[in-house]
T-cell receptor, first 113, second 112 residues
C-alpha cells in the first residue's frame, strides 16, 4: 500500500494563479480531509469528505474548493492564490472520521508570491 | 464547541530524563483525544489515542497519556527521553467524529 500520496511536493505560485493539489489514498477509506499547517498554529481543517460526492467545510475553507468523485481521490483547488495561502498542506484519510486514526500524506509546501 | 490548548510551545529535556507535554481540552461531548508526532520535514504519525476505554493509554515508542475528565487534561509522558524523540507533538480533540481540532503544537528538544 502506498497509503496517502500528495502531489506536488513543492509549488510556487504568483498571486491570482489557480492550481490543484492532488491527494490519493489506496486504503479504501471513506473519510478524507485537507489541513494547512502554519507556524505556531498547528493544523487547521480546510475541507473534509465523508464519502464520494459528499464534502463539507472545516475551520478555514475560504479560497479553497474540493470535490470527491471517487473514494480514492480528494483534490484541493486554489481558485485565485493569495500570499496568505502560503503554507504546508496535508491530506489525511481515515476509516470513518476524525474520531479514528488519520493517516497523513507527506505534505505539499506552497509559496504564493 | 471544542478546543485544545497545549500549555508549552517548547520543552527541553536531557536524554534519559522524563518527558511531560501538557494538553488541556474543551468539549461539549465525550471526546476522542489523540497525540500525533511530526519529525522535521515529515508527515504526522499517530502516537496514541483515547476513545472512552481505559483512561491510561499506552502508545508507541514508550509514550503514554492519561485522560483526566475532572481536569480536562490529556498530558503525554515518557519515562526516559531519547534523542530520536526530538520532534513536534500535537494534541488533537474530536467530539463529533468529523471535525478535528489540533493544538498549536509543542516542540520537544532533547539534549545529549
Amino acid at each position: 500500500n502506498a497509503g496517502v500520496t500528495q502531489t506536488p511536493k513543492f509549488q510556487v505560485l504568483k498571486t491570482g494563479q489557480s492550481m490543484t493539489l492532488q491527494c490519493a489514498q489506496d486504503m479504501n477509506h471513506e473519510y478524507m480531509s485537507w489541513y494547512r499547517q502554519d507556524p505556531g498554529m498547528g493544523l487547521r481543517l480546510i475541507h473534509y469528505s465523508v464519502g464520494a460526492g459528499i464534502t463539507d467545510q472545516g475551520e478555514v475553507p475560504n479560497g479553497y474548493n474540493v470535490s470527491r468523485s471517487t473514494t480514492e481521490d480528494f483534490p484541493l483547488r486554489l481558485l485565485s492564490a493569495a500570499p496568505s495561502q502560503t503554507s504546508v498542506y496535508f491530506c489525511a484519510s481515515s476509516t470513518a472520521g476524525g474520531a479514528y486514526e488519520q493517516y497523513f500524506g507527506p505534505g505539499t509546501r506552497l509559496t504564493v508570491t | 464547541a471544542q478546543s485544545v490548548t497545549q500549555l508549552d510551545s517548547h520543552v527541553s529535556v536531557s536524554e534519559g530524563t522524563p518527558v511531560l507535554l501538557r494538553c488541556n481540552y474543551s468539549s461539549s461531548y465525550s471526546p476522542s483525544l489523540f497525540w500525533y508526532v511530526q519529525h522535521p520535514n515529515k508527515g504526522l504519525q499517530l502516537l496514541l489515542k483515547y476513545t472512552s476505554a481505559a483512561t491510561l493509554v499506552k502508545g508507541i515508542n514508550g509514550f503514554e497519556a492519561e485522560f483526566k475528565k475532572s481536569e480536562t487534561s490529556f498530558h503525554l509522558t515518557k519515562p526516559s527521553a531519547h534523542m530520536s524523540d526530538a520532534a513536534e507533538y500535537f494534541c488533537v480533540v474530536s467530539d463529533r467524529g468529523f471535525k478535528t481540532i489540533f493544538g498549536a503544537g509543542t516542540r520537544l528538544f532533547v539534549k545529549a
